[in-house]
């Protein structure tokens, strides 16, 4: 299985910081990444798909890039919101793999 | 709206079956593959099974193959995991997720609100 290795796995941050979360894959995926957000005792929730296209309703403040093995997620001006967990997943295989995730808090 | 529900989940001993349902309402669910992915808070989010808009292709996970298995009746609009032989480390929230688009690789746009698994002596 392709391994991804997320960091940071915690991220302290304040109302109006811009934020990035990294993502790497053990194998070149190319652009097959997608980005999701969680809340406590909720369903994640997809926010970008194919590395760097956002999901319908989202808020333009998230982006995403890259391609191959690395990848990143960025919240720009962070939202009282976007306090929450974020996963990366890869879906270049069937055997589909996430990252651990990254708890973004309130510094 | 579009939305996935799930049912089925509960407290059974290793060795049990549980089979879960998820419906499926406001969108067309015969023209889209589906997964199902649980999430525990020790091995995070985790792929388990998908099945083809048709029910002709499955995938599962080597973590559950020869004991778990996806199905669906689009008459019902209906996904199932049938799990046999569970086993202490099944023990997860279980989620019923629909593929973005029809055909190929693709994220997972929609997901249900899960049903808690747990398998205990």
């Known amino acids: ?107 | 709206q579009v939305q996935l529900v799930e049912s089925g989940g509960g407290v059974v001993q290793p060795g049990s079956s549980l089979r879960l349902s998820c419906a499926a309402s406001g969108f067309t669910f015969s023209t889209f593959p589906m997964h199902w992915v649980r999430q525990t808070p020790g091995k995070g989010l985790e792929w388990v099974a998908f099945i083809a808009y048709d029910g002709t292709n499955k995938y599962n996970a080597d973590s559950v193959k020869g004991r778990f298995t996806i199905s669906r009746d689009n008459s019902k609009n209906t996904l199932y995991l049938q799990m046999n032989s569970l086993r202490p480390e099944d023990s997860a929230v279980y989620f019923c997720v629909k593929n973005r688009v029809t055909s190929g690789k693709d994220a997972f746009d929609v997901w249900g609100q899960g049903t808690m698994v747990t398998v205990s002596t």
Do not use: H
């Not at chain 1, 991220?11 to 980005?35: K, N, P």
């Open chain 1, 1 to 107: 299985d392709i391994q991804m290795t997320q960091s940071p796995s915690t991220l302290s941050a304040s109302v109006g910081d811009t934020v990035t979360i990294t993502c790497r894959a053990s194998q070149i995926i190319d652009r097959w990444m997608a980005w999701y957000q969680q809340k406590p005792g909720k369903a994640p929730t997809l926010l970008i798909y194919r590395a760097s296209t956002l999901e319908s309703g989202v808020p333009s403040r998230f982006s995403g890039s890259g391609s191959g093995t690395e990848f990143t997620l960025t919240i720009s001006s962070l939202q009282p919101d976007d306090f929450a967990t974020y996963f990366c997943q890869q879906y270049n295989t069937f055997s589909q793999t996430f990252g651990q995730g990254t708890t973004v808090d309130i510094k």
